[in-house]
């Protein structure tokens, strides 16, 4: 194909923020996909979602991007019964993991998206219905050269930024310093939020985000991890 036909294809030219590992389902994630999603899962095809009824009540919607297996979401869930939480996640193991927990922990203010969550917010997430909007430990795209593959740049916090409420919190995390001031320059420049850091840059990791396995490591090697918390103000 030309390099023209190229730029003129959108889809060939969609940056990706992840790579799809699949890897193989175990027995438990399987089993947890089949007996857990008619009541917990979401699809990208069901359009707009109205959140009193996917919920059964009207309480504040938090979203997590990225999840992974799960593990964090699913005690952060169980900790807040008072709020409802949504996770997308593009790999499937993770999705059969987060079910699976979730279903052992007796949650049922859980739902999840196994999605590209660009489009989920596009196509599924109503204007300025979110609380909260979660991203812990992206995919850090280290080398300078895949800087571009970053899922935290000025087009998508607008497009989070719309899906908030007033009031609503941008909430990120990274253990890797040079991301970390990535979103801060980014996060610093996207119009219509304030940080609530007190010294304008990193905040303190709130109670309500588990520390992880992530985190853990990070611990490990000497690293630091570094909380952003920007909120919608316009």
């Not at 790579?19 to 175990?26: D, F, I, K, N, P």
């Not at 050269?145 to 000025?154: A, G, T, Y």
């Not at 940080?195 to 309500?208: C, G, K, L, T």
Request: net charge neutral.
């Amino acid at each position: 194909m030309s390099e023209q036909n190229a730029e003129n294809t959108p889809y060939l030219r969609k940056i990706r923020s992840f790579v799809r590992r699949e890897g193989r389902l175990t027995k438990g994630q399987a089993q947890a996909l089949e007996k857990c999603w008619p009541t917990m899962g979401l699809e990208h095809g069901m359009g707009l979602l109205d959140f009193a009824k996917v919920f059964g009540n009207s309480n504040p919607v938090v979203l997590e991007i990225g999840f992974g297996m799960g593990k964090s979401l699913v005690e952060m869930a169980q900790a807040a019964p008072e709020l409802n939480f949504i996770g997308i996640e593009v790999h499937k193991p993770g999705v059969g993991a987060c079910l699976m927990a979730a279903s052992e922990a007796g949650v049922t203010n859980l739902r999840v998206f196994e999605h590209d969550a660009v489009e989920v917010l596009a196509d599924n997430i109503p204007a300025a219905s979110l609380a909260r909007m979660q991203l812990f430990f992206p995919d850090p795209w280290h080398k300078k050269r895949h800087h571009k593959r970053r899922i935290v740049q000025l087009e998508f916090a607008e497009s989070l930024r719309k899906k908030l409420a007033i009031g609503g919190v941008f909430h990120m995390a990274t253990d890797w310093e040079n991301y970390a001031e990535h979103m801060l320059e980014v996060m610093n420049a996207a119009p219509g939020y304030q940080n609530q850091s007190a010294s304008n840059d990193y905040v303190p990791r709130p109670e309500h985000r588990p520390k992880t396995k992530f985190e853990a490591r990070g611990e490990r090697l000497g690293h630091g991890v570094w909380d952003l918390m920007f909120e919608r103000v316009e």
